[in-house]
């Protein structure tokens, strides 16, 4: 992944971002208690944080990348943003843990929700908004070799969630088609909001991929690209 280099471009191209961000805010309180502890894990640039800041009064925004972290400061400089990574995290403890676009990426599943486990309160919550299994499922089906990006099942989420002693309250999951102008700008908004997996592949294989990715999955001129949204709202079951 390549966020922190992405961060001047990627508010532009975060079109994605942006619906699960709304979609995901769907599920938030209307107004968290005013002693409520929040912090955001992978704000980014702040496409969250924006619906966050409409009902949170005690935010923490934080990210890894400190160039995201940077601009997301200059957005919304009245609440407190820290370097944090998600993976690893210490701290707390905090009443909720919220992210959008971010829990897709752990490497470790299972290591990363016990790690929030371990920081949120006694009856604490987690609410993630992320793409699962079906996600840029037009690429798989014109690659010949399976792409670089692969996505977890919701059903292995929700026994990763579980495993780590946060029990589902809810979860949903939906199917978004996005179009775009060509399969050439579908990639180039995969790379200019950082989510970049290197992959040797040949020009003139990766000519005939996109010539046959624009065949297929045409839409009046343009193409399209079908994201699987997960949200899934969860309850700190282990009290320490």
Not at 22 to 28: I, K, S, T, Y
Not at 169 to 181: M, N
């Amino acid at each position: 992944m390549q966020f922190d280099h992405k961060a001047q471009l990627y508010d532009h191209h975060s079109h994605v971002q942006e619906a699960l961000a709304q979609w995901g805010a769907e599920w938030l309180p209307p107004a968290f208690a005013k002693d409520a502890h929040v912090l955001e894990l992978g704000a980014g640039t702040g496409t969250f944080t924006r619906y966050l800041t409409q009902r949170v009064h005690n935010l923490e925004a934080s990210d890894i990348a400190h160039n995201m972290l940077e601009r997301g400061k200059d957005q919304f400089p009245a609440i407190s943003w820290t370097l944090k990574n998600a993976w690893h995290l210490q701290g707390g403890p905090w009443d909720w843990l919220c992210s959008s676009s971010l829990l897709q990426w752990a490497p470790d599943a299972a290591s990363t929700l016990t790690t929030w486990q371990h920081c949120l309160s006694p009856k604490g919550r987690v609410l993630a908004n992320f793409y699962t299994a079906g996600t840029l499922r037009e690429f798989n089906a014109v690659s010949p070799t399976p792409t670089p990006l692969q996505w977890r099942t919701p059903a292995s989420w929700l026994a990763a969630f579980s495993s780590a002693g946060l029990r589902p309250i809810r979860h949903e999951t939906i199917l978004k088609r996005i179009t775009y102008a060509s399969p050439i700008a579908l990639l180039r908004a995969l790379h200019h909001t950082g989510a970049v997996v290197p992959r040797k592949t040949r020009l003139p294989q990766m000519r005939r991929l996109l010539e046959e990715y624009a065949h297929r999955f045409n839409a009046d001129g343009k193409v399209y690209a079908t994201w699987a949204f997960t949200r899934i709202e969860a309850e700190n079951s282990v009290f320490q």
